[in-house]
């Protein structure tokens, strides 16, 4: 039988309660893609976008880009890089070109296991709902294979796991308290979700990089940056790895009665229409969209200390999913934790967001206008917020040392480390 590309679909929203309600629907012809929202919602809720979506019941049709022909709200639960082999590989499997899968196709194939509170039905008659319990070491292992080209057998549950975002192989997972062995790819009650992050040698860090994001969590903890709750757990030695990186899902609520919830999570990518395979974001236009969407300046002040923090530290893959926003059942926003943060240096020294128009090597006046951005009421507050980073960050051979990263890691990353911090200081902080 020949594919048909989905023309509906029903977008729904997990509450932090449990409940699911309506949002509305999606449909899709040859002039594009239409979004209307549910009176009922309109009526008990609030906008999921409130830059690019209208509050309203009209018939609201996505941009071309830079979303794949979707609102960015929507978009936001597509995968991408890691995802999307997978997706593909299913794709295949049934005898349908990637090509001729449309971006509503794949939402229907995410179905609920998108990050946030969107779900989306009817889901794909491709996606495989066997037996949702498995050893961790086994989706591992699997992951790196294909990561890897080694294999092109997909586990089942992986391609369960794995719809979530980002170019490293990954898989959300769920079990209860520390016995994570086997875990789920489907929550039952008592279960906690996390996201676990698998390795390759193929990896700029390679099977160190789980190692040196903790690392970076730590000081970024240290900070008062918000960060996820992480912990490592042991891999198996054919992989390659001593530990894999899992972080607690921050979208993922658990009420007294045992039953799991979510927070709706709207990417900057989304929220913006910021292209983040390309440099389209700033981080003075972060901090105002944070102030004007969270309604508060402390939240602004946050997003500068975390714009610092990245240019000390050469986190420079800052692009625009990975700074996301979380909105409360009441309509409330917040600044999600602090996420993907890590050594990443570009080829060029230049950061995915810029610093008010520069990319590498902020001169001071870029900096202060960051900091008058976010509010501060004089220059004076935010130097000193700088210095305190400088002085934070300055621990991360010993932070990483207690975490037994081998010492030419930890040499390699103190050296970039000292080099932004000096360049600061001599612009005059």
């Known amino acids: 039988m020949a594919f048909k590309p989905i023309q509906k679909l029903e977008v729904f929203r997990t509450l932090s309660s449990a409940e699911k309600v309506f949002v509305g629907l999606l449909a899709q012809n040859r002039q594009g893609v ?20 209208k509050f309203d019941a009209s018939l609201q049709r996505a941009p071309r880009t830079p979303h794949e022909g979707l609102h960015g709200a ?13 997706q593909n590989r299913v794709f295949r499997r049934h ?12 939402l229907a194939f995410v179905g609920d296991s998108a990050l946030g509170a969107l779900s989306f039905s009817p889901t794909s008659d491709y996606m495989d709902n066997s037996d949702a319990e498995i050893g961790l070491d086994t989706l591992g292992l699997n992951a790196q294979a294909i990561f890897d080209g080694q294999t092109d057998e997909v586990l089942n549950q992986l391609i369960a796991a794995g719809s979530s975002g980002g170019a490293r192989p990954k898989a959300q997972i769920y079990f209860n308290g520390d016995d994570y062995s086997p875990c789920r790819t489907k929550p039952v009650a008592t279960d906690d979700a996390w996201l676990v992050k ?125 700074w996301a926003f979380l909105q409360h059942d009441n309509g409330e926003w917040e600044p999600a934790p602090f996420y993907d943060v890590t050594f990443s240096p570009n080829a060029f020294g230049e950061h995915a967001t810029s610093f008010a128009g520069f990319g590498k090597q902020p ?29 934070t960050v300055a621990d991360f051979d010993r932070v990483a040392s207690d975490l037994e990263i081998q010492p030419q890691t930890i040499a390699l990353i103190t050296q970039q480390i000292k080099a932004s911090c000096e360049y600061v200081r001599k612009v005059g902080v």
């Open 95 to 106: 005898g349908i070109l990637p090509a001729n899968v449309t971006a509503m196709d794949r």
């Open 198 to 322: 698998f390795t390759s040698a193929n990896l700029s860090l390679g099977h160190e990089e789980g190692l040196c994001e903790a690392a970076y969590l730590t000081l970024a903890n240290r900070a008062g940056l918000n960060t996820p709750e992480w912990k490592l757990m042991n891999a198996p030695q054919r992989s390659g790895a001593r530990q894999w990186l899992a972080l607690r899902r921050f979208d993922y609520t658990k009420n007294a009665e045992g039953s799991s919830g979510r927070r709706h999570m709207h990417s900057a990518c989304g929220l913006l229409d910021a292209d983040f395979r390309t440099p389209s974001l700033d981080y003075d236009d972060l901090i105002k969209a944070t102030k004007i969407l969270c309604k508060s300046p402390a939240a602004g002040q946050l997003q500068f200390k975390r714009a610092i923090f990245n240019l000390l530290m050469c986190n420079q893959d800052d692009h625009s999913k990975n």
């Open 34 to 53: 239409f979004f209307q929202y549910d009176q009922t919602y309109l009526r008990r809720f609030d906008n999921l976008s409130p830059f690019n979506i």
């Open 74 to 86: 929507f978009a936001d639960a597509l995968p991408d890089g890691w995802g999307l082999i997978l």
């Open 363 to 391: 001169p001071l006046k870029a900096l202060q206008k960051l900091a008058d951005s976010a509010g501060f009421a004089r220059w004076s507050i935010a130097k000193n917020i700088i210095r305190e980073l400088i002085e």
